[in-house]
Every structure is written in C-alpha cells, then in structure tokens.
C-alpha cells in the first residue's frame, strides 16, 4: 500500500507558530518525531512517537470516524482521499497527508486571516 511505512521527521515549516494558533504551544520539542502508517485498502492506523508520548488513530476511508486531537480530545470527521491525498477536518485544523517520491508529506492549514500552514517532511527509514 502507498502510505504503509515507517517515517522520520526530515523537514518542517511554520511548527512554533502552528502550535501557537491552535494554543499547544507548550508541546514544542526538538525531537524526532517517528510516524508510522498501517493502510490495509481504506482502513489506516496512523501512529505518531516521540519520546514518552505517543498518539495513534484508526480510520477509514469514506467513513465518518471517531478521531482524537494530539491532546486526546474525541471528535468525528469524515475522512476522504482526493487522489492520493487523504483529508481530515480536525476541530483546529485541517489535516492533509501524501506521498511525494517516497516521502510523507502532511499539511496542517488553520482557517481564518491568522491562518498558518503547518508543513512536515518524513522520509522512509
């Protein structure tokens, strides 16, 4: 499956102030942060790691599913693929993951004039 895989931070932009507008700013770190996606067809399981954190949620393509925030907040969004590109509509944010030459490449864009765009960079390891 195309997002099957282990990932490794490689790059971001826009990090601090992603995490100011969506009032998390707290949770900046200088580590690595380790993404791992498990597709089988439509269903993900889509797992971030840091150390002594972690934060994993299951879905399905085409189904409105029952997600959790990075602070662990429940809330229901449809997930939907356009292309290959999988989209989320987080409470704060909205959350867009593809691949690109072998990369995960996952943008978080918050609404309004303030609005930021958060972009990170995994590389396969």
Avoid at 65 to 88: Q, W
Avoid at 93 to 111: G, Q, R, S, W
Wanted: aromatic fraction near 12%; proline fraction near 3%; charge should be negative.
């Amino acid at each position: 499956m195309a997002f099957t895989g282990k990932y490794e931070l490689e790059s971001q932009d826009n990090y601090e102030e992603f995490l100011e507008v969506i009032g998390l700013l707290n949770a900046k770190t200088e580590h690595k942060v380790v993404t791992e996606v498990l597709q089988d067809g439509k269903d993900f399981t889509w797992t971030q790691t840091l150390p002594n954190w972690t934060w994993s949620n299951k879905f399905t393509v085409g189904q409105e599913c029952e997600l959790a925030t990075m602070t662990g907040t429940k809330f229901k969004s449809p997930v939907t693929m356009e292309g290959d590109k999988i989209s989320i509509q987080f409470p704060q944010y909205h959350f867009t993951a593809e691949i690109i030459e072998d990369k995960l490449v996952m943008n978080c864009i918050t609404p309004g004039e303030k609005g930021v765009t958060f972009k990170r960079v995994n590389k396969r390891i």
